[in-house]
């Protein structure tokens, strides 16, 4: 790959260029293939080499490129020692979980030499998503980018860009990841954080012998760009910025958003933003950078990730500028910006938004010390809902559902937690244990939910971005402190919240959303913060068959990889 990276489809003209392959007719929705060989290869950064597990060598992996009501084939053959599954992050995939990718939860993983074939169809949704490894920390590398066009015919609700770009960020270890998380679980303590940031898989020359892993985007002057931003960091918040340039927020986690102007983007793992950049400044080379929020205090990896944006015809001798960007701990820029965010509620893209309520739950995050008998202490953190520490099955829990195989789960996880507290208080250091177990919410088919995530001081606040399969969902309040269920929800925004799939629970705050049960099936629902979920900050909502065949789960595919 040549330092200035070329853009991917950036033109319309482009893209039809590039998709000419697919089409049978341009307006009809096309069936797309995709071949991913999971393998092993030698990778060098920062002046280390290192085994990676990789999707057809590629690092980060290919880019998937369909339309609005295209169908996808992705044909996945596991060629590394690894167990392996891949999460198509914030696709909806309706009545289809057998497509989703999480082990354990929707599918058992793919052996050793098997191949499995997701089959997606893509329906109302148009933007950016990506995907992922989705089991062990495997996601450290295995990971690309997913861009959906709209319908052919339909533009974008905004100034159709000259180009376009993927920045991808991500988090990389110079040890084994796998070899990490298994000396953290043996002291029954974090695993080392990560050695740098990446964007494009790129350090960047910040870091030693990273001069040439850098990633460098060719713009001309004048010319407006749109870059799709994907936080692929296994668990660090991020701020993006591009020195001397603004950016407009056009969309975020594919849900096109009112445009609003800012030095700086916030970004939690899971989540995708995508931005405006007008080549408008003197012409030169600009730094974009990374480097991660944190506004509690934990350790964390404070490394600076930068990429280069290039004015044509600029020498690389001219020493680029560096982006102001906000403080590791500016807890006021975060909330501001996410504040900011906004459904576009037009006619053409609304904002369906649940006004009436049929459950309410209340879900608490904590983090706990469990007894380990295979740990060096004797002792391991945990983290939890509701004081449940969620236990992974030996089967997929959708197998489980759909066959009525007994004994895998429960659906008795409690609407709230057994006892109330001040959940944001002095941290609270005793009684730190948890309960353990499977155990699972069911919802009634097209049933109206409004879930409450409340941080609690339980060792300490933190931010958690909270992902759930299968489902947008609408965020009508969030607040700092402990949730008020009398007085918060006037306060609700049920207009033109922002639609997403993964969303930041403030450090000692709470975050309300609000969705519509109107997809059968098991989807989970976790911490998009590796070490957490790993943990057991996780559950999965059972979401009960509807009235009829067109409203219920599909039959498994027939290569569903056996368990």
Same mark, same amino acid.
């Given at each position: 790959?040549?330092?200035?990276?070329?853009?991917?489809? !950036?033109?319309?003209?482009?893209?039809?260029?590039?998709?000419? !392959?697919?089409?049978?007719?341009?307006?009809?929705?096309?069936?797309?293939?995709?071949?991913?060989? %999971?393998? %092993?290869?030698?990778?060098?950064?920062?002046?280390?080499?290192?085994?990676?597990?990789?999707?057809?060598?590629?690092?980060?992996?290919?880019?998937?490129?369909?339309?609005?009501?295209?169908?996808?084939?992705?044909?996945?053959?596991?060629?590394?020692?690894?167990?392996?599954?891949?999460?198509?992050?914030?696709?909806?995939?309706?009545?289809?979980?057998?497509?989703?990718?999480?082990?354990?939860?929707?599918?058992?993983?793919?052996?050793?030499?098997?191949?499995?074939?997701?089959?997606?169809?893509?329906?109302?949704?148009?933007?950016?998503?990506?995907?992922?490894?989705?089991?062990?920390?495997?996601?450290?590398?295995?990971?690309?980018?997913? +861009?959906?066009?709209?319908?052919?015919?339909?533009?974008?609700?905004?100034?159709?860009?000259?180009?376009?770009?993927?920045?991808?960020?991500?988090?990389?270890?110079?040890?084994?990841?796998?070899?990490?998380?298994?000396?953290?679980?043996?002291?029954?303590?974090?695993?080392?954080?990560?050695?740098?940031?990446?964007?494009?898989?790129?350090?960047?020359?910040?870091?030693?012998?990273?001069?040439?892993?850098?990633?460098?985007?060719?713009?001309?002057?004048?010319?407006?760009?749109?870059?799709?931003?994907?936080?692929?960091?296994?668990?660090?918040?991020?701020?993006?910025?591009?020195?001397?340039?603004?950016?407009? +927020?056009?969309?975020?986690?594919?849900?096109?958003?009112?445009?609003?102007?800012?030095?700086?983007?916030?970004?939690?793992?899971?989540?995708?933003?995508? %931005?405006?950049?007008?080549?408008?400044?003197?012409?030169?080379?600009?730094?974009?950078?990374?480097?991660?929020?944190?506004?509690?205090?934990?350790?964390?990896?404070?490394?600076?990730?930068?990429?280069?944006?290039?004015?044509?015809?600029?020498?690389?001798?001219?020493?680029?500028?560096?982006?102001?960007?906000?403080?590791?701990?500016?807890?006021?820029?975060?909330?501001?910006?996410?504040?900011?965010?906004?459904?576009?509620?037009?006619?053409?893209?609304?904002?369906?938004?649940?006004?009436?309520?049929?459950?309410?739950?209340?879900?608490?995050?904590?983090?706990?010390?469990?007894?380990?008998?295979?740990?060096?202490?004797?002792?391991?953190?945990?983290?939890?809902?509701?004081?449940?520490?969620?236990?992974?099955?030996?089967?997929?829990?959708?197998?489980?559902?759909?066959?009525?195989?007994?004994?895998?789960?429960?659906?008795?996880?409690?609407?709230?937690?057994?006892?109330?507290?001040?959940?944001?208080?002095?941290?609270?250091?005793?009684?730190?244990?948890?309960?353990?177990?499977?155990?699972?919410?069911?919802?009634?088919?097209?049933?109206?939910?409004?879930?409450?995530?409340?941080?609690?001081?339980?060792?300490?606040?933190?931010?958690?971005?909270?992902?759930?399969?299968?489902?947008?969902?609408?965020?009508?309040?969030?607040?700092?402190?402990?949730?008020?269920?009398?007085?918060?929800?006037?306060?609700?925004?049920?207009?033109?919240?922002?639609?997403?799939?993964?969303?930041?629970?403030?450090?000692?705050?709470?975050?309300?959303?609000?969705?519509?049960?109107?997809?059968?099936?098991?989807?989970?629902?976790?911490?998009?913060?590796?070490?957490?979920?790993?943990?057991?900050?996780?559950?999965?909502?059972? %979401?009960?068959?509807?009235?009829?065949?067109?409203?219920?789960?599909?039959?498994?595919?027939?290569?569903?990889?056996?368990?």
């Amino acid at each position: 790959m040549a330092k200035h990276n070329s853009f991917c489809c !950036g033109s319309s003209a482009l893209l039809f260029l590039c998709l000419v !392959g697919f089409f049978s007719t341009p307006a009809n929705a096309a069936l797309k293939t995709y071949r991913f060989d %999971v393998q %092993v290869k030698n990778v060098s950064r920062l002046c280390h080499s290192k085994p990676i597990v990789t999707v057809n060598g590629m690092f980060p992996g290919p880019t998937v490129y369909a339309r609005e009501g295209d169908t996808l084939l992705v044909n996945v053959t596991n060629h590394a020692q690894y167990n392996m599954s891949i999460h198509w992050h914030g696709l909806k995939q309706y009545r289809n979980g057998w497509a989703d990718g999480p082990a354990y939860i929707t599918q058992c993983p793919i052996k050793t030499g098997h191949s499995y074939t997701y089959n997606i169809t893509i329906t109302g949704q148009r933007g950016t998503l990506w995907w992922h490894a989705h089991i062990f920390w495997l996601r450290a590398t295995v990971y690309g980018a997913i +861009v959906i066009l709209p319908k052919q015919g339909t533009g974008f609700p905004f100034p159709q860009p000259y180009k376009e770009a993927n920045i991808v960020l991500g988090e990389w270890w110079n040890n084994d990841v796998e070899e990490v998380v298994k000396q953290g679980n043996k002291l029954g303590l974090p695993p080392n954080m990560s050695d740098a940031h990446t964007i494009n898989g790129k350090p960047g020359p910040l870091f030693p012998c990273s001069e040439k892993h850098t990633y460098a985007l060719e713009v001309e002057q004048g010319k407006t760009y749109l870059l799709r931003i994907i936080n692929a960091a296994l668990n660090d918040e991020l701020f993006f910025a591009i020195a001397g340039h603004n950016l407009t +927020v056009v969309e975020i986690d594919a849900v096109y958003t009112k445009q609003f102007t800012s030095q700086a983007i916030l970004i939690a793992p899971g989540q995708t933003t995508n %931005v405006l950049v007008q080549a408008n400044q003197a012409p030169g080379r600009y730094f974009m950078a990374a480097r991660p929020f944190m506004d509690a205090p934990v350790s964390i990896d404070n490394k600076t990730a930068t990429g280069i944006l290039q004015y044509k015809g600029i020498p690389n001798t001219v020493q680029p500028v560096l982006p102001q960007l906000p403080a590791l701990n500016d807890t006021a820029f975060a909330l501001s910006f996410n504040a900011k965010l906004r459904s576009l509620n037009t006619a053409q893209f609304p904002a369906s938004v649940p006004l009436k309520v049929g459950r309410h739950l209340f879900y608490t995050i904590g983090l706990g010390i469990n007894q380990c008998t295979t740990c060096l202490n004797g002792t391991q953190l945990t983290a939890s809902l509701n004081n449940i520490t969620f236990v992974m099955p030996q089967i997929g829990l959708l197998q489980a559902h759909y066959f009525n195989t007994k004994g895998v789960f429960t659906t008795d996880f409690p609407d709230r937690p057994p006892t109330p507290f001040n959940y944001t208080g002095a941290p609270l250091t005793a009684n730190l244990g948890t309960k353990i177990g499977t155990r699972l919410s069911k919802l009634a088919f097209n049933s109206t939910v409004e879930l409450v995530l409340q941080d609690t001081n339980l060792l300490t606040v933190e931010s958690h971005p909270f992902h759930l399969h299968g489902y947008n969902f609408f965020v009508v309040g969030t607040g700092v402190g402990n949730f008020d269920p009398k007085k918060d929800p006037a306060k609700y925004n049920l207009v033109d919240p922002p639609e997403r799939n993964t969303i930041g629970v403030p450090t000692g705050g709470w975050v309300a959303i609000r969705f519509r049960a109107d997809n059968p099936g098991v989807w989970f629902m976790h911490c998009h913060l590796e070490l957490h979920t790993s943990w057991g900050l996780k559950t999965a909502f059972v %979401v009960e068959n509807g009235k009829d065949s067109d409203h219920s789960i599909l039959p498994p595919p027939t290569d569903l990889p056996p368990c």
